[in-house]
């Protein structure tokens, strides 16, 4: 069964198709870093101005690049949640206008979902069920146990920052541009990671919830002095060489992460580590998780780095299972900003 995938939830104009869930024959992304760049993070109006721009070129160029043609697309599947509402309908209103015009069975696909189901594309082939997935994005950091690849159980969530959003809001203060992730980590390239005394919080309870808002004010204090303000760091030199302070940040949140997956791993009794979101394209925490996890006896599945952040190959995977189940949507398909579930306790 060939899929086409469509995402438009954020700033990337995306779109894919893979073969069976497994054989990904081609994936688009036209990005718009470049737009959102100046404000520091992405405008939503513009988000969804570019993706009605871009879509007819991203979906053709998957067409080609992958070397057929809608005749031979089985089904479309399309992110409706979570993400930015007006840019998610412009990805959903050309994913409805294919369907309509070629009679082709649409399926919505939850985004969070997606990023865990990448690990299909993963070199090392996809992972086995029951596993603990933890998806690192702008928007989340989730812990989920997974049963079987379409049951998700959450174990824990941030309750403030997301990981993707502490790297891009610790990148505005040290001046570094948008997307902070890739920015940190090549700041942090040379540096110490033991310079800078940063605490490694855990929330009260004994759940798998995580916390970095505290985070990014330790990053602030001990990189700026005490008195400082959010507002008036940008454009300031630090006490601390950025480097170094890049690198202390990184490593803090990677300890983090790593540590309470292989918690989550170990409480289950799963055999296997899942990891996906735009965070899971960052090297330190790719090896580290691969290096820990193995030692403690996990096989890690962990996508391309191109598959970690936004694409449409992960969602043409997660469309695949409602397809190949002969689950469909109608027309009338919506949009939310929310997850399905947003928080373990909600
Ligand atoms: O999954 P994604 O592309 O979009 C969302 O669904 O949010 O994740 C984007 C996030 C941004 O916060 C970005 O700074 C972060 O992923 N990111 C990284 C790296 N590449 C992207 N964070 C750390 N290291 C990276 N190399
Ligand atoms: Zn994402």
Known sequence: MLVLGIDSSCDETTAALVRDGTECLSSVVATQTELHRRFGGVVPEIACRAHVENYPWAIAEALSRAGVTLDDVDGVAVTNRPGL???????????????????????????????????????????AFPCVALVVSGGHTSLYHLPSPTEQRLLGATLDDAAGEAFDKVARLLGLPYPGGPS?????????????????????????????????TAVLYRAFGQDMKPGDAPGRTPVVPVADVAASFQKAVVDVLVKRTLQAAKHT??????????????????????????????????????????????????????????????????????????????
């Not at 700041?187 to 004994?206: E, F, V």
């Not at 936004?310 to 190949?324: I, P």
Request: overall charge positive; charged content about 20%.
């Open 184 to 216: 940190i980590e090549s700041a942090a390239r040379g540096g110490d990671p033991t310079a800078l005394n940063l605490p490694r919080s855990r929330p009260k309870g004994d759940g798998f919830d995580f916390s970095f808002s505290g985070l990014k």
């Open 269 to 346: 009794g799963v055999r296997e580590v899942v990891i996906g979101g735009g965070v899971a394209a960052n090297t330190q925490l790719r090896e580290r998780l691969a290096t820990k996890g193995a030692a403690a006896g996990y096989r890690v599945v962990i996508p391309p780095r191109e598959l970690c952040t936004d694409n449409a190959a992960m969602v043409a995977v997660s469309g695949w299972f409602r397809l190949a189940a002969g689950e469909r949507d109608g027309l009338d398909l919506d949009c939310h900003p929310r997850p399905i579930r947003a928080t373990p306790h909600g």
């Open 85 to 127: 509402v007006n840019a998610l309908l412009v990805g959903v209103a050309a994913a409805k206008a294919i369907a309509f015009a070629r009679d082709l069975p649409l399926v919505g696909v939850d985004h969070i979902a997606a990023h865990i189901h990448a690990s299909f594309l993963a070199p090392g082939g996809a992972p």
